[in-house]
């Protein structure tokens, strides 16, 4: 049986002989540093992913505590004069720190991963492992804490701040891509067990 032309000319292309990639550190360069070739620039990550990659892990874990703190203090605060306030402030309290307790152990997975518990955290939050997922997750707790009513000035703060990492996030994403980690695909086998 006789082959398609085009397999034919794939295959006589990939026999071919490609030029060689001119050295990383080419002093014969025809610019004076400007393009990648000369500055040795020729990997895939971008200069400052390690820094952008800590400083988002380190700020969301320090937001983290502050929504915990935020709604500890709203339960701490319900002393029993209005009953559907104070039923808000502890009802709303609970979830922040739950909210805040996935936003930290997630965190703790970016930095130091443990297989167990980041398989967890994959299976039960896997959104958290995607920029946007993790970005409107952040807005959607930061609406909570505008509820918040006995600690009122906290609560706004940490509403705003969180707010604005998770919209910070998102737009570094949108303009370099290149800074987050792709997120791992998680296979058929991995989840089952």
């Known amino acids: ?59 969301d874990i320090g937001l983290s505590v502050l929504l915990a703190a935020t709604g500890a203090l709203a339960m701490q605060g319900a002393d029993g004069k209005d009953s559907d306030e104070d039923s808000n402030n502890i009802f709303l309290g609970l979830y922040m720190i739950l909210f805040a307790t996935i936003l930290f152990f997630y965190e703790c997975m970016a930095a130091c ?6 398989k967890f955290m994959r299976n039960n939050f896997g959104f958290m492992y995607n920029v946007f997922g993790r970005g409107f997750y952040m807005l959607f707790i930061s609406v909570m804490c505008y509820g918040i009513s006995k600690p009122e000035d906290m609560a706004i703060g940490s509403g705003i701040c969180i707010g604005a990492a998770g919209i910070l996030q998102m737009l570094v994403y949108l303009k370099e891509p290149n ?13 089952q067990e």
Do not use: C, H, R
């Open 1 to 59: 049986m006789s082959q398609p032309s085009w397999m034919a000319a794939e295959e006589a292309t990939s026999n071919s002989v490609m030029p060689p990639a001119p050295p990383a550190n080419s002093s014969s360069s025809p610019s004076s540093g400007g393009d990648a070739f000369s500055s040795g620039a020729l990997a895939d990550e971008p200069k400052y992913k390690p820094l952008v990659k800590w400083t988002f892990i380190v700020v």
């Open 179 to 191: 800074y987050f980690d792709k997120p791992v695909e998680l296979d058929v086998k991995d989840i």
């Open 113 to 118: 991963p443990v297989d167990m518990v980041d």
